[in-house]
């Protein structure tokens, strides 16, 4: 088995860039919403190993990927700690914290229950899948779940989050801590169930200013990944909207970086190069006409490091887009050859 | 009369750094809810002078800030151009830019009429407020005024936008080129009638790559900045998000670029030295406690240019902060004196 997605992660020699796409399993499919219908509400379809498999697969079916994600919700594992989680279509938090007493009756199971619906949704993955094709599983970095946590649902502003952190300093790390320690083993259950890399999603990495994003959300993270070093998959930290932020990345104990449409690819690949680069493509660009969507991922892997590169998006696929431009997508990075 | 907001944008020596702050007319203070109240609904506040002009300078009477900026939305220009806004309460556009056609059907006034209640209200803040405090007009970028246009509303993925320019990049530009020369047109206006100082707000310049920035929303900033040199004030850009663009920045045709709180201050301050900085702290750090606003307030200050420099947050402060804290903010800046 050679799996090109693995063998990037690792920077060494492929015949070309690996290629999958974050939330690739998703509502702009057709047989995605066919599922998601059947299912219900999402959470459901989450928690059903039997509908979460067929999703997770049914992108790379049709598209021939490079790796599978695990679908789920990077909240879906906040519920064994005690949190009351909905989505009304977004996500809703019922019981949030606000207050350092509500960090103490979060409670992280040891070891580890209460994702079971996951770990049977990755071994159907698994057993499914060509064996060439990598099967990813996932979770939200610490500063994004706290601030999931702390504001009860999405925020435009993070100003609960913010003035918990600075209110509530010792609180907040203790939180921060918990997060990772839970998303370890969380991590832990999903390899031993057959992931073969992991994906840290620090969406919201980008609100914060660089003193901040240190203390809140990169030593956090730092925490988390070490706890998985000894697991030998690799690692791919997520940092969002982080171009102000790449010094601090260099130091990530991850073997992938991946990074948002802001942040300039080249720039990212030479000051990261002790790390494979995934991204990055504005999902905007999904939007315009195919022959575009060709021309701009021609120029992405133009700039591309020639080793350690997966080919992404630099965020989510957008429902809205036609799944044709997913298809211009994915083609114009299959069919190039290195040289 | 000597304004230093004024001397600080033209980069002369001041005793200490002017402060004023975005959206400091607004939601956190409670004379302005309290007028809000009065008005009915948003735009009628906006579109009365008596009432605009008092909104305007209660917050420089309450913290004794450097500058006044008048008060509107940056929406309110586009109806003389043929737009259907009302708030409800986030802004919703009725006849929204979907087709080039649609482009065609947004007429400039030659010469710029329909906001007349801007001008008024300018005149009466400029003959309230103290000789030395300065007046600020504003407008939106056009970038961000044709996202509104296209999206329709505040948007989370801006993908009918991205849509819009990479389909139809002819009338992309010509609704560009037509805002700026229409926000040219209304910022002249407000000069005329007592505006000493522009602000132009790109709010979401950080929604786009590099390239795509250049040229969907610098170039025609340009083209907006470079019809109001003759007019002798001060042009401020407010480049949200635009932390991956400093290089590009460096040549705006302008004075003063604002920056957000992602955005490091002494590197901002070292790639544009031809410019006066305008920022940068995170509004969320005044949820923090008043010690902690003062600390995180001398930081900021620490690392701000000699000369050259206006003091302000790095966006807009938000309805959920103490007035206290914003005290807190601005005395520091106050109680500062360059060595």
Known sequence: MTSRFLEACWRRPVDRPPVWVMRQAGRYLPEYRAIRRKAGDFLTLCRTPELAADVTLQPVRRFGLDAAIVFSDIL??????????????????????RHPSDVRRLTVPVPWTGTGFLDETLERVRQALDPDTALLGFCGAPWTLASYLVEGTTSRSFTRIKQFALTFPGAFAGLADRLADAMAAYLRSQVEHGAQAVQIFDSWLGTLGREDAREWALAPAVRLFEQ????????????NGAGHLLDELASMPCEVIGIDWRTGLSEAAAKLGGHAIQGNLDPGVLMGPPEVIRQRTLAM??????????????????????VSHMTAFVRTVQESHHA
């Open 76 to 97: 879906t594992p906040l519920v064994p700690l005690g949190i009351e989680l909905s989505f009304t279509p977004g996500p809703h938090i019922g019981n949030p914290i």
């Open 301 to 322: 892997l133009a700039q591309a490091p020639r080793t350690g590169y997966i080919a992404n998006l630099g965020h989510g696929i957008t429902p809205d887009v036609p």
């Open 228 to 239: 998985l070093g000894d697991l030998g998959v690799p690692r791919i930290y997520f940092a």
